[in-house]
């Protein structure tokens, strides 16, 4: 609308959405499917994979690089066994050098 020629630029915050990171703890492959479905309503999530058996957390990663791929997302390691998945409206900036470095030692001396 307009008042005495000029527009009216008043926007509510309440009428924004707010921006959810859900946090999730996999028990097994099966819960990759629900990881995903976020993904797909644009939240992002941070999934701790420290608590699922190891052949079920490497098909669980293999299946959200696929879901992340597909929508355009991203998949990050940022600790030991936990990840940041994100949908394509979400930007990730930087990296976590020295947990990086300190897996890829470990893995060097198994």
């Given amino acids: 609308s307009r008042k005495n020629g000029k527009a009216n630029n008043v926007v509510s ?3 924004q959405k707010s921006v ?5 703890e996999p028990r097994t492959y ?11 309503a644009h939240r992002s999530v941070v999934v701790n994979l420290q608590q699922v058996r190891r052949d079920h957390a490497k098909r669980i990663i293999d299946f959200l690089g696929g879901t992340v791929y597909a929508i355009n997302g991203n998949i990050s390691k940022v600790g ?21 470095r300190e897996d890829h030692e470990f893995n060097q001396m198994r």
Avoid: M, N, W, Y
């Fill in 13 to 15: 915050i309440h009428s």
């Fill in 30 to 40: 099966d819960d990759a499917q629900q990881i995903a479905d976020h993904l797909r």
């Fill in 80 to 100: 030991g066994d936990i990840f940041l998945c994100t949908p394509d409206t979400v930007e990730v900036e930087g990296t976590i050098a020295d947990l990086i």
């Fill in 20 to 24: 959810k990171v859900i946090l999730v």
